[in-house]
Nanobody, 123 residues
Framework: QLTESGGGSVEAGASLTLSCAAS?????QGWFRQGPGKEREFVAA????????KYADAVEGRFTITRDNAKNTRYLKMNNLTPADTAVYYC?????????????????????WGQGSQVTVSS
């Protein structure tokens, strides 16, 4: 089970942080997002072993994953948000470690989804 929090409505250039608490420690944990009329796409993820991270090109340098292992929680800090970042953000996890093949961590590979958090960025 994944429990999400965070999200909201902000202006362009602002920052937001999403959190995702896992009831059990998965091998891979991260986020996907789905904008209006778009398919769900990969945003960022971290492997629990080695803490190897992967970011989509669209968010590289602006989004950062941090962790609190004691709480089985991952955080997605989103800086310099733009209207293109507007979407529902879904926390996701997998029992497999996708660090050696991040291209494989697609929606079809996700075992557990969070409930989703709306992020709206206005210009």
């Amino acid at each position: 089970q994944l429990t999400e929090s965070g999200g909201g409505s902000v202006e362009a250039g602002a920052s937001l942080t999403l959190s995702c608490a896992a009831s059990r420690r998965p091998a891979t944990q991260g986020w996907f997002r789905q904008g209006p009329g778009k398919e769900r796409e990969f945003v960022a993820a971290m492997s629990w072993v080695g803490h190897i991270m992967k970011y989509a090109d669209a968010v590289e340098g602006r989004f950062t994953i941090t962790r609190d292992n004691a709480k089985n929680t991952r955080y997605l800090k989103m800086n310099n948000l733009t209207p293109a970042d507007t979407a529902v953000y879904y926390c996701a996890s997998s029992i497999y470690d996708w660090a050696k093949n991040w291209n494989g961590f697609q929606p079809s590979a996700v075992d557990t989804w969070g409930q989703g958090s709306q992020v709206t960025v206005s210009s």
